[in-house]
């Protein structure tokens, strides 16, 4: 029904960028928060950055305010995550989350995406 794929994650060493996306597809209606969350080992998964539907409200993790930075591109139904000043506490599975209308729907539900690694060396 809805898809979602991410892509970006990989290794990394501390200082250093990545750029995580995540494209969702299928039969959509609207989209309204897109946002990523993350689980390191042995801890609960936890959010990251949350953008609204128009883009303009984000909210952020203290832990990455100033180095992460989330954006969206609605026509591409895309969600991105920018990673500046990486450090080894950021290594965990990163997920997409969306909620999106599905046009045979008539109310909002989450989608998960299927994770992507992102770990960081010291």
């Known amino acids: 029904q809805v898809q979602l794929v991410e892509s970006g994650g990989g290794l990394v060493q501390a200082g250093g960028s990545l750029r995580l996306s995540c494209a969702a597809s299928g039969s959509i209606f609207s989209i309204n928060t897109m946002g990523w969350y993350r689980q390191a080992p042995g801890k609960q998964r936890e959010l990251v950055a949350a953008?609204?539907?128009?883009?303009?409200?984000?909210n952020y993790a203290d832990s990455v305010k100033g180095r992460f930075t989330i954006s969206r591109d609605n026509a591409k139904n895309t969600v991105y995550l920018r990673m500046n000043s990486l450090q080894p506490e950021d290594t965990a599975v990163y997920y997409c989350?969306?909620?999106?209308?599905?046009?045979?729907?008539?109310?909002?539900?989450?989608?998960w995406g299927q994770g992507t690694q992102v770990t960081v060396s010291s």
């Open positions: 953008i609204t539907s128009g883009g303009r409200t984000t």
């Open positions: 989350n969306v909620n999106v209308l599905p046009a045979s729907d008539i109310r909002y539900r989450d989608f």
